[in-house]
């Protein structure tokens, strides 16, 4: 995830508590993303027995996550001891998967959002566009694109040798050319041009929900778009390096700037891909708070009761009057039910007061017979 080789002897200094942080940090996620996201595909695969399109979106993301969080251990050790230990192979072989994770979990989101969008605004539609095959079919696709476009990975990193001592594994760029084309095209295809496509379907989904008279909020809503905005605050820093590595790669040779940016991006990218694993150890603390209510009554199985909470969008009954509007907006029972029990006791309160004063409505009747 990293830049090229070159480090100015005045940056070592500032590196080397990059490298201190950066160990620190992955640690922790070590700690809490490995059995929070096995903890997460148990749920899943185990205990939870209605699996709409979101959760089995989130198995996926959950194995994305839980395949790079086995991986910190070899990049602890690479900050531990500031040198590259594992060859060649390995060095591209492990980053390629990073940048996989990184591709796939973007991805997934999106798919997360445009999901919810559809269920909310087209709910007739919804169970037809997300048949068993289509959904299987769009994942295995989305799988292919993202194995694809973290191939520069594979391409331009190499382990390289510095001060006679140090093995590095980074990109090797041979021109600048090759470093704009290589950062400008992750950061628009695996962030801007993604959470653009979120951002929107978000603003749609709020406005329809604006539209309707429900305006109850939806657990599944809030958690997806804690998810979303999780991703953004820890991918961030990392594309914002991205874009000063471009810049710096534009910048004319021997220039200030070009000193300037180079020391900022070599020294601040332990950091920065770091926290972008944070990410992954994140969600599974996103759906303890989101379960939590669910955690006296279910103990372990309180994560598959929040996962079986998300199937209504797919196995909603249709008989049911509004039915898909209804669970699009994610509306319980209960809630349909109370409107139902007061429509019934408006009719028979109706019923009860006209039983009550006979004369009412029948007075004139009798009259009339009378005369």
Not at 40 to 51: F, G, V
Not at 234 to 260: D, E, G, T
Not at 261 to 267: E, H, M, T, V, Y
Not at 280 to 305: E, H, Q, W
Request: glycine letters at 4%; proline letters at 4%.
């Amino acid at each position: 995830m990293s830049g090229n080789a070159t480090i100015p002897d005045n940056s070592e200094s500032l590196q080397s508590i990059s490298f201190i942080i950066g160990t620190f940090i992955l640690v922790m996620v070590f700690l809490l993303g490995v059995p929070g996201n096995l903890f997460i595909i148990w749920s899943i695969l185990a205990r939870a027995h209605k699996r709409s399109v979101t959760t089995l979106l989130i198995l996926n993301l959950a194995c994305a996550d839980g395949t790079i969080m086995c991986l910190t251990v070899f990049f602890l050790v690479y900050l531990a001891q500031q040198s590259w230990v594992f060859g060649q192979v390995m060095c591209k072989l492990l980053f390629y998967l990073c940048n996989t994770n990184m591709y796939a979990s973007i991805m997934l989101i999106m798919l997360m959002s445009l999901n919810r969008l559809v269920a909310v605004r087209w709910p007739h539609h919804i169970h037809s566009l997300t048949r068993r095959r289509i959904v299987l079919a769009v994942l295995a696709a989305m799988w292919l694109l993202v194995f694809i476009l973290a191939l520069p990975a594979l391409i331009f990193r190499n382990e390289q040798r510095i001060n006679k001592q140090r093995l590095i594994c980074e990109h090797n760029h041979t021109a600048p050319r090759y470093v704009v084309f290589h950062f400008t095209t992750e950061t628009v295809i695996s962030f801007l041009l993604p959470y653009g496509i979120i951002l929107s379907s978000y603003i749609c989904i709020l406005r329809r929900l604006r539209q309707t008279r429900f305006r109850r909020r939806v657990r599944r809503e809030k958690l997806i778009l804690a998810i979303v905005v999780t991703f953004a605050v820890f991918w961030l820093p990392y594309h914002v390096i991205n874009v000063i590595q471009v810049v710096a790669a534009c910048a004319p040779q021997q220039s200030q700037l070009k000193k300037l940016l180079d020391k900022i991006w070599q020294s601040s990218r332990p950091v920065t891909s770091a926290l972008a694993f944070i990410s992954s150890s994140a969600n599974p603390v996103l759906y303890t708070f989101a379960g939590r209510s669910y955690i006296k009554a279910d103990g372990l199985a309180f994560m598959a009761r929040l996962f079986e909470g998300t199937a209504l969008d797919s196995n909603g009954r249709k008989s049911e009057r509004g039915g898909p509007e209804r669970l699009a907006l994610g509306l319980k029972n209960s809630e349909t039910t109370n409107y139902s029990n007061q429509n019934i006791k408006n009719s028979a309160g109706t019923a009860l007061g006209s039983l009550e004063h006979p004369k009412s409505t029948a007075g004139p009747r009798q009259q009339t017979k009378g005369k």
